[in-house]
């Protein structure tokens, strides 16, 4: 059934590169859902969790944002960072955790750019946590 | 005349450089196996993303965003990208000679300023000693190739695009083909250029859905793209400098094997004749004895 070709590529290599029945997005707007036909879409993604369907199985990717781009079905993932939720280093993402939570603390009175990237270091944080504990 | 011990003393230092140059080849051929790996893997990224920037333009943004529009060129910026070791063929002079051929060909004759933007040693030494403009130097960074010094490169060089002190950036670099050879690339940076084939785009122009909508697509993406390239620009560069220095390290080696098989035999011709004349003098000697 599979009828969407799906690359997922980031800038250290291509993740996935086959023909999925749908793919579920965290898009910027809301999560939305690519089936067949689609139409004609760019969208950025958001940090949160790409799930791709392929006969009644669902795969799960994390995601650290990007861009989306679906034509003809054919649909193109540009992100910054994608993992296989069975790959998260949990880890390494707990201690991440940590040290974004004691930056956030720290730098609240310092520059605002600071803040801004801790606050993302904790979100892609607690993405990764989350998705690693719902999905597996 | 050379004599016997001159010719050894000099089959010793050319082996010496031998082992020196075959370890630096294989040096080279370790360090190129990861960072071909790294370029190889940066391709698709930044190949999709710049074909997405290319299409994602319509009419209106060629004249009104700045990223895309063509402005009357004034100021260029040039980024060259050099190695910080020598000792790797022609490869740096390569990209100097580019670079001034470009500045003396395409810049002076029209009366355009240019700036550089040095990546690596060996250029930031050369440019600087004959008092180039330069608005950026990064020396020593292919030692550890990291993301920051593509984002330094960024910094440094969009926000004069941005405030129009630079109209045009354009890279000069070498690009990784194949173990065995490299290409020299001049590639425009900015403003971005869009397909050639334009027209045929707009006539089956795709009616996207953009999401949350095209302002922020573009804020986003466009970053993206000129950092992506950047990177891939400096990981294109460092393969392609180290596989010229194992083609120049393998031919140095084969040259210098080359070398002592001639002192070897230059060296034998010398003993030889030494022994004859050692021969002749105690024969001829004998013969004078007997003689008398």
């Known amino acids: 059934m599979a009828e969407i070709d799906l690359e997922i590529i980031t800038p250290e290599k291509i993740i996935y590169k086959d023909s999925v029945d749908s793919i579920t997005i965290p898009g910027t707007k809301g999560m939305f859902q690519v089936l067949k ?14 799930t791709l369907k392929n006969n009644n199985t669902n795969t799960y990717f994390t995601t650290a944002g ?32 940590t040290r974004a939570e004691e930056n956030l603390k720290r730098k609240k009175e310092e520059e605002e750019i600071n803040v801004v990237r801790a606050e993302l270091a904790l979100k892609r944080a607690i993405n990764r946590i989350s998705a690693k504990e719902k999905y597996i | 005349m050379a004599t016997l011990q001159d010719i050894k003393r000099r089959i010793v230092g050319v082996k010496n450089t031998q ?13 190129l196996r990861k960072a071909q790996t790294n370029v190889l893997n940066a391709r698709p990224y930044t190949d999709k993303i710049a074909s997405i920037v290319s299409r994602l333009p319509d009419e209106d943004d060629l004249s009104s965003n700045p ?26 002079q390569n990209i100097i000679k580019e670079t001034e051929r470009y500045i003396n060909e ?30 950026g130097t990064d020396s020593g960074l292919f030692s550890s190739l990291e993301y920051n010094s593509a984002l330094n490169i960024y910094n440094t060089i969009v926000p004069k695009f941005l405030d129009g002190a630079i109209d045009k950036v354009v890279l000069i670099y070498n690009s990784f083909v194949s173990i065995i050879n490299q290409k020299l690339e001049t590639k425009q940076l900015l403003p971005i250029t869009t397909e050639s084939g334009s027209e045929e785009r707009y006539q089956d122009d795709i009616n996207y859905i953009y999401e949350p909508n095209r302002e922020y697509i573009f804020k986003y ?51 030889q004749a030494a022994i004859t004349k050692e021969i002749l003098e105690i024969v001829s000697g004998a ?6």
């Open chain 1, 37 to 50: 036909d689609h139409a004609p879409l760019m969208s950025t993604i958001e940090i949160g969790v790409i």
């Open chain 1, 66 to 97: 990007g861009t989306i781009e679906v034509l003809n079905n054919n649909v193109l993932i540009l992100a910054d960072s994608v993992e296989v939720t069975e790959d998260i280093d949990i880890d390494r993402a707990e201690r991440a955790k």
């Open chain 2, 19 to 31: 082992k020196i140059t075959r370890a630096m080849k294989m040096i080279a051929a370790a360090k």
């Open chain 2, 67 to 92: 990223f895309f529009t063509q402005r009357d060129v004034k100021n260029v910026a040039i980024v060259v990208v050099t190695a910080d070791r020598g000792l790797c063929g022609s490869f740096n």
């Open chain 2, 106 to 135: 395409e810049l002076k004759a029209e009366d355009i300023n240019y700036q550089l933007f040095c990546a690596g040693k060996k250029g930031v030494d050369y440019f600087r000693k004959r008092d180039y403009e330069i608005i």
């Open chain 2, 221 to 271: 993406i466009i970053p993206k793209h000129l950092k992506a390239q950047l990177w891939r620009t400096l990981l294109e560069s460092n393969a392609a400098e180290l596989s010229a220095r194992m083609t120049a390290m393998d031919n140095a080696t084969t040259n210098a094997d080359e070398l002592i098989k001639s002192l070897n035999l230059t060296y034998n011709k010398e003993r």
């Open chain 2, 287 to 292: 013969n004078a004895l007997k003689a008398s």
